[in-house]
């Protein structure tokens, strides 16, 4: 199988990253995931957005899958500007796990990721995991997806259930998403200036 | 055993990867990120990327413990009596058992959070400051300067588990806290006691200290504006013994820090 996919920008000057490299992992990551060969790619790297910032954004129209990554989702935290390959295979399919729920997979009706709260894109960042872990072959750092979460969406014995239950969902759809949210909302007892609205984004609007 | 052990030859596994300071401020993207506006770069849960940002700072005070422990015990080891008073190296070794204990609970704070040992890079600046061969000198380098940074980091911290309503953060950085606050203490004191009749070499060793600050200001790492993810822990550096000037001048040597580092960071991104 191979995918029709873009990379943008076609040779990198500010990171040490091969784009050939990066493409071949896109490759792979999407034939794992399950994106269908005639659904094409266009992913485009902030290579000025060094690590820690590691953000990503999807986008899907019937056909085609779009993906915006800050620089720092590729990046070796261990080497400035060094691609590190299992990490950016697990960004990616992740990224496109997102991109096929957008597509086919019960979230058409979401709205796009630059409106949606933090908390639900939190929720959806678990479920996408969550699907790797299970899938298995992916490199998967579960307590760090947990404490992003918590971050986001409370530190309580409600959140972490549902956590447990997302992480593990077969299946979900945007509306169940809403519903998650809701009960996760409702359970936050933290002052109403610090729980999670949406933020600026590290993506240049 | 040896004596003024170098940076070079600190202990680690092969989790471990060095990285150095210049590396860092010479980073091309630092210009291309000075250009846009991002926000403020406080470290604060609301803000974007925060829990990758939290994971990344917990794992450089990690190894800023490791560092802080082996300063501390090399102090007790590489003088002579006649150099630093045995009271000295006593205080020394005590604070030894509260870095300990640190690394052992940034160990587990890292855990909490995901984040494995040697998974970010370290830099051994702070150790770097506990290798000047007076004693005076690395007790300003340490126990003032390394230390009253991680009052500011801790205390950032301490702030971001309050904000975001992580109980096992929030205490845990409380209690370092509390530790940083008593070895800035010893220091200050040292300082005085061994300096009162020798104005000359408390002048030196504060002049070493303003270098260090300025080193541990780390291109706007640390400061008072939006700019500076880890903000100056004004009452608490006072709590710790330094006088508001001190305070001021730590304000204003992180300020020459990062116009110092973009200028740095445009030269080596303009064209030759």
């Known amino acids: ?205 | 055993m040896k004596k003024n052990l170098p940076p070079s030859e600190l202990a680690r596994d092969s989790r471990f990867v060095r990285s150095t300071i210049m590396d860092a401020i010479m980073d091309p993207r630092n210009q291309a990120l000075a250009e846009r506006d991002l926000g403020s770069a406080k470290l604060q849960p609301g803000r974007p990327a925060a829990a990758d940002r939290a994971r990344n700072l917990m794992h450089g005070i990690f190894t800023g413990e490791i560092q802080a422990l082996e300063g501390a015990g090399r102090t007790t080891f590489d003088f002579d009596d006649d150099e630093a008073p045995f009271a000295l190296k006593l205080d020394m070794a005590r604070q030894c058992w509260d870095e300990s204990r640190h690394v052992e609970i940034s160990v587990k704070l890292g855990e909490w959070m995901g984040t494995e040992i040697g998974e970010y890079n370290e830099a051994t600046f702070l150790y770097e400051a506990a290798c000047a061969t007076d004693p005076i000198l690395r007790l300003c380098g340490v126990n003032r300067a390394l230390e009253g940074l991680a009052i500011d980091v801790f205390n950032t911290m301490r702030e971001f588990g309050d904000i975001s309503g992580d109980p096992v953060l929030e205490f845990c950085e409380d209690w370092m806290l509390a530790d940083e606050v008593t070895h800035v203490k010893m220091g200050s004191d040292w300082l005085r006691r061994l300096t009162e009749n020798d104005p000359e070499r408390r002048e030196r060793a504060l002049e070493f200290q303003r270098g260090v600050d300025k080193l541990f200001s780390l291109g706007g790492f640390r400061g008072e504006t939006d700019e500076n993810p880890i903000q100056l822990a004004r009452k608490l550096r006072a709590m710790a013994g330094f006088s508001t000037d001190e305070i001021d001048e730590i304000s204003e040597i992180s300020v020459q820090a990062q116009e110092d580092a973009r200028a740095m960071s445009a030269g080596a991104s303009a064209p030759s």
């Open chain 1, 1 to 205: 199988m191979s995918h029709a996919i873009s990379l943008t920008p076609e040779a990198f000057t500010l990171v040490k990253f091969d784009a050939a490299e990066l493409l071949a992992i896109a490759e792979d990551a999407a034939t794992a995931v399950g994106v269908p060969d005639d659904v094409s790619i266009a992913i485009d790297v902030d290579e000025a957005l060094p690590g820690p910032l590691i953000a990503s954004a999807a986008e899907a129209v019937p056909g085609k899958l779009s993906f915006w990554f800050s620089g720092g989702s590729f990046e070796d935290p261990k080497r400035l500007a060094m691609l590190q390959p299992e990490m950016s295979r697990t960004e990616l399919a992740a990224a496109f796990l997102r991109g096929r729920d957008r597509l086919d997979g019960g979230f058409e009706d979401a709205p796009p990721d630059g409106e949606i709260s933090e908390r639900q894109r939190a929720i959806w960042d678990v479920y996408a995991e969550g699907r790797l872990a299970q899938q298995g072959g992916f490199l998967i750092n579960e307590p760090r997806r947990r404490y992003s979460y918590r971050l986001r969406c409370g530190f309580s014995d409600v959140a972490d259930a549902e956590y447990d239950r997302v992480w593990k969902a077969p299946s979900l759809s945007w509306t169940e998403l809403e519903e998650i949210e809701g009960r996760l909302a409702g359970a936050d007892t933290r002052p109403e200036a610090r729980k999670p609205l949406r933020h600026e984004s590290l993506r240049p609007s």
